[in-house]
């Protein structure tokens, strides 16, 4: 499920269609007759007339840029955030959330929670796990994706920098208190991570208060901080057991791939586009000298060439 963002008002289901395929359509689709505009985003001629909003959109686009494409404005109307899925649908739930979270909030908090909960279904869609599917496993996983990589709503941009860990804890604690969220409203029958009470200290600044307890608690997931176990960190196999595997193998051509693999560090993709043409011996080489020492030549990602060798 691939998610799209947008500060479309989540009731109006018609609009958000119209607003997000208005991000991607030519002058010519947005300025031609409304038959053909209706054709091409998916919603009848009647609703596109009679929604003030939509046909507020389609002037504001032909008169201020004359047909030239370019992004809505949609952090100008001052609407919630919401999510939806490929199929154009709101995700429920989520979108229930954000509305409770925006009791009392100023815009650019609401803005940062509906982001951090993007980002989070996001990586549910990239490794094909429904939201209601993932678990304590999961949201750790999602840490260490965050830890690792840059996020994949800032890959979008130039200059783009590694998630911060401030950033990161406060995106796992966002999916944390959706899934609270989603459980007591019946979104889901139980929730599916694990919680824990944490003791914190608050300053306080008022010396007639200094007696009062400054220890509170709060109720994170275990992933937020959850340590790598050592007993999770792959180990290499000892050269013999390699061999013994290699050796074990009775097909000689699935024998030769084994060996390649494991001499040379080969990637799949590049055994399966190399080709016994590609020795230089069969290409010709001077009188004495093995293909051996010169290595095979390897065509990897992005189509570049590289050398390695091989032992045996």
């Given at each position: ?21 208005l991000d991607g359509a030519d002058g ?91 980002d989070f279904f996001q990586y549910l ?188």
């Amino acid at each position: 499920m691939i998610l799209q963002f947008s500060d479309i008002d989540y009731q109006d289901l018609d609009l958000a269609r119209f607003a997000l395929w208005l991000d991607g359509a030519d002058g010519e689709s947005i300025q031609g007759d409304v038959t053909e505009r209706s054709k091409r985003c998916g919603l009848s001629e009647e609703v596109i007339n009679s929604n003030a909003k939509i046909q507020e959109l389609i002037h504001s686009r032909i008169d201020q840029n004359r047909g030239v494409t370019f992004r809505t404005p949609l952090s100008d109307w001052h609407q919630l955030p919401f999510l939806i899925d490929r199929n154009e649908k709101p995700v429920t739930a989520a979108n229930a959330w954000i509305r409770h979270i925006s009791r009392g909030a100023s815009p650019k908090t609401i803005r940062t929670y509906a982001y951090a909960l993007y980002d989070f279904f996001q990586y549910l869609e990239a490794n094909d796990v429904e939201w209601c599917e993932a678990n304590d496993d999961t949201l750790f996983s999602y840490r260490l994706h965050q830890e690792t990589t840059d996020s994949a709503h800032k890959k979008k941009h130039k200059g783009s920098r590694r998630v911060s860990r401030g950033t990161i804890q406060m995106r796992i604690l966002t999916a944390g208190r959706f899934f609270k969220y989603a459980t007591l409203y019946g979104y889901i029958e139980k929730n599916p991570l694990t919680y824990e009470k944490i003791k914190y200290s608050r300053p306080i600044d008022a010396s007639f208060l200094a007696h009062l307890n400054r220890t509170q608690e709060k109720e994170i997931p275990v992933a937020a901080y959850r340590r790598v176990s050592r007993n999770n960190i792959v180990k290499w196999l000892p050269h013999e057991t390699v061999w013994t595997w290699i050796n074990s193998i009775k097909n000689e051509r699935d024998k030769l791939i084994a060996k390649l693999l494991y001499q040379t560090g080969m990637r799949r993709e590049e055994i399966i586009l190399w080709k016994v043409d590609d020795i230089p011996e069969a290409k010709g080489l001077p009188e004495g000298v093995s293909w051996r020492w010169v290595g095979l030549s390897i065509r990897g990602k992005g189509g570049k060439e590289r050398q390695v060798r091989i032992s045996f």
